[in-house]
C-alpha cells in the first residue's frame, strides 16, 4: 500500500464508528460481558449471599467439630 493512499482519519472513523454502536440484543441465557447494564445485578448478589452463608456454615460446622 502506498503512503499516498493511506488515510489516518478513516482508521479513526472506523474506530469511533465501532465504539459508539450499539449493542445487540442477547438471546436468552447468553453470559453477559462485564459493563452491560442488564438485570443481572440482582441475581450476582444473591448467588454471593448464597455462598456466603454456606461458607458460615462450613466454616462453623468446623469449629464446632474442633471445639467437640
Known amino acids: 500500500m502506498a503512503d ?3 488515510d489516518p482519519a478513516g482508521s479513526t472513523q472506523m ?5 459508539e454502536e450499539s449493542p445487540a440484543p442477547q438471546a ?3 453470559v ?4 452491560s447494564s ?3 445485578g440482582s441475581s450476582r448478589t444473591g448467588l454471593i449471599a448464597v455462598i456466603a452463608v454456606v461458607a458460615l456454615a462450613v466454616l462453623g460446622a468446623v ?4 471445639v467437640k
Not at 474506530?15 to 465504539?19: E, K, L, M, T
Open 4 to 6: 499516498n493512499e493511506y
Open 38 to 40: 442488564s438485570n443481572g
Open 32 to 35: 453477559n460481558t462485564y459493563g
Open 63 to 66: 469449629v464446632w467439630l474442633a
Open 15 to 19: 474506530f469511533r464508528a465501532f465504539v
Open 28 to 30: 436468552p441465557g447468553s
